[in-house]
């Protein structure tokens, strides 16, 4: 059982910067699969940035080289540095881990980027 919580979030102007950190509690994190996903208003829920256990990193089309997705498992955290806020990357944001047969999600932070 993994309990993850987000924070981080808030209000900020386009072109600003906010880092969204997740905390996981439970056994064997380092060997989850970490990802950030959003949801805006209206929409789905999409996913943002992911890290494997191994490392690798992928990102969506909008986010590359802007938003930086990181871990440290000695802390049991997942962070998404993001910069260069855009008005479309207002949603909420959630924090999943998930192994082969589970995955735990956050309560999510919300983000609004708005002049």
């Known amino acids: 059982q993994v309990h993850l919580v987000e924070s981080g979030g808030g209000l900020v102007q386009p072109g600003e910067s906010l880092t969204l950190s997740c905390a996981a509690s439970?056994?064997?994190?380092?060997?989850?699969?970490a990802g950030w996903f959003r949801q805006a208003p209206g929409k789905q829920r999409e996913l943002v940035a992911g890290?494997?256990?191994?490392?690798?990193?992928s990102y969506t089309d909008s986010v590359k080289g802007r938003f930086t997705i990181s871990r440290d498992n000695a802390k049991s955290m997942v962070y998404l540095q993001m910069n260069s806020l855009k008005p479309e990357d207002t949603a909420v944001y959630y924090c999943?881990?998930?192994?082969?047969?589970?995955?735990?999600w956050g309560q999510g932070t919300q983000v609004i980027v708005s002049s």
């Open positions: 999943k881990a998930a192994t082969g047969i589970r995955a735990y």
């Open positions: 890290i494997r256990s191994d490392g690798s990193i």
């Open positions: 439970g056994s064997g994190f380092s060997t989850y699969y």
